[in-house]
């Protein structure tokens, strides 16, 4: 027979051979770990949607993070889940907030780990959205005070990254400035840069409790069809200071994160959303798919695809699965 072809297969004979020719490595430092922290004590409140993920009170994040840090996870995301709530969201800015209260806690106990603190109001307020209503509209230049407020406080807490993921036009400027104003010129802007209006999302809203009482989120999140606008957001954040570019979701948007990091060199980061982790852990406990295979396979293509850093829910789960490698 004529050796006429390539012989491709050479380097997948072994699975040492396969190691050796590996483009693609994920490890425990590329995790982000979403918490979602609770005021109530004596609270551990396992999300129906979200098997495995939980909320967690304040008097026992210590040993939530104790578990962290064991495994290796080294970048916590922080969401809070008021007491009370109102039209303006008062509580995502108080500085004895529950992010401010838990921001504090992780960075005394655990002050090796990141805390990357979500800087939004849709937690905080009795409407659900991400800003300040007018005329049954939410205002973006009345609620860009509000989110300033909320990024220096979270600052001031001891938040090692700011990540706000509210869309507002205009927000990662004013947020820069407030932040410098405030002597924190050294904390860096984690932007949700490119955030879709996903039916990915549907989980989370029970997770944090931040459901849109009326409407939805369409005038200021993306149209998921759309992908030259990412890029037109995208450009405007990096003009006026992030220091990181999130792509939300992940899974369905593989093009934009690549599109993302072919253009810019700042980190990209990838977030992994609920109602992808829900989709797997509800077909895994069905018996339909290899947990473990099918989330290595789905990060890895995330970080093939560009991203630098990763939020994902299944982040102790790989931590695990690593260690075990």
Known sequence: MSNTFDRHRRLRRTPAMRDLVRETHLSKEDLIY????LEENGQRNEVSSMPGVYQVSLDRLTEEMKEIKALGIQAVLLFGLPKEKDEVG???YDNEGVIQQATRLIKQEYPEILV???TCLCEYTSHGH????HDGYVDNDASLPLHVQTAVSQAQAGADIIAPSNMMDGFVKEIREGLDEAGFENI????????????????F???ADSTPQFGDRKTYQMDPANRIEALREADTDVEEGADFLIVKPALSYLDIVREVKDRYTLPVVAYNVSGEYSLI???AQNGWVDEKAIVMEKITSMKRAGA???ITYFAKDIAKWLSES
């Open 130 to 133: 991400c800003g300040v209503i």
């Open 116 to 118: 990357v603190a979500d």
């Open 34 to 37: 979403p918490l979602f922290i």
């Open 281 to 283: 852990k509800a077909a």
């Open 205 to 207: 809203r029970e997770a």
């Open 188 to 203: 860096p802007i984690m932007s949700y840069a490119v955030k879709y209006a996903s039916a990915f999302y549907g989980p």
């Open 90 to 92: 008062t509580q995502a």
């Open 308 to 310: 630098d850093l990763i």
